[in-house]
């Protein structure tokens, strides 16, 4: 295992050669991936600075959700952007629900504080970058969703609401929370 910089993310990662044409990256902001040699040489810039963030969500969101490591190559960049459970990027509700989701995947109890870094777990709401990560937080504390309880520059400490445990599908697509959501994209 050598370190190396994510592919996704340019943060320290560690890196196995899984095949003589591709390796293994795990980094802690976006999960786990497999990337081709021609991919790597290649370079995913060629694909878009501006996309990357898409692919740190999927693979992350699959590592926590314990599926299949994806591989990335030159051909499938596209198809990935666009698989499950990738949402639409343009539907901020659909990116609050990962949010949501993912601290109650990280709460197995009422009362459970939920640390949330700013530098490392932007993936986690497909967020393009870490303001957009912050606005997200404090729009799902808005909407009493959550509770924030301890912030740094650096770090927000969550809990899940009471009302969302009593509501555990508690959706943002219902019309009475839909209307409050309101910044721009
Ligand atoms: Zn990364």
């Keep these: 295992m050598t370190t190396q910089n994510c592919y996704l993310c340019d943060r320290t990662a560690s890196s196995v050669p899984s095949e003589s044409w591709k390796k293994f990256i795990s980094c802690e902001t976006c999960g786990e991936y497999e990337i081709t040699e021609e991919l790597q040489h290649f370079t995913l810039s060629l694909f878009g600075e ?39 990027m343009e539907d901020i509700n659909a990116k609050l629900e990962k949010l949501l989701a993912a601290v109650k995947r990280k709460s197995d109890h009422f009362g459970k ?68 959501i309101g910044f721009k994209v």
């Design 50 to 88: 501006k996309n990357k963030y898409v692919l740190s969500g999927l693979c992350r969101e699959l590592k926590e959700t314990e599926q299949d490591v994806p591989c990335l190559t030159t051909q499938n960049l596209n198809e990935l952007m666009s698989r499950s459970p990738v949402p639409d």
């Design 113 to 180: 504080i939920v640390e949330l870094q700013r530098d490392g777990d932007y993936p986690l709401a497909y967020a393009k970058n870490d303001k957009e990560f912050f606005a997200f937080i404090d729009q799902l504390v808005a909407m009493k969703l959550l509770e924030l309880k301890e912030e740094d520059n650096r770090t927000k400490f969550v809990m899940l609401s009471a009302s969302c445990w009593a509501h555990p599908s508690n959706k943002m697509d219902n019309e009475e929370s839909s209307t409050e």
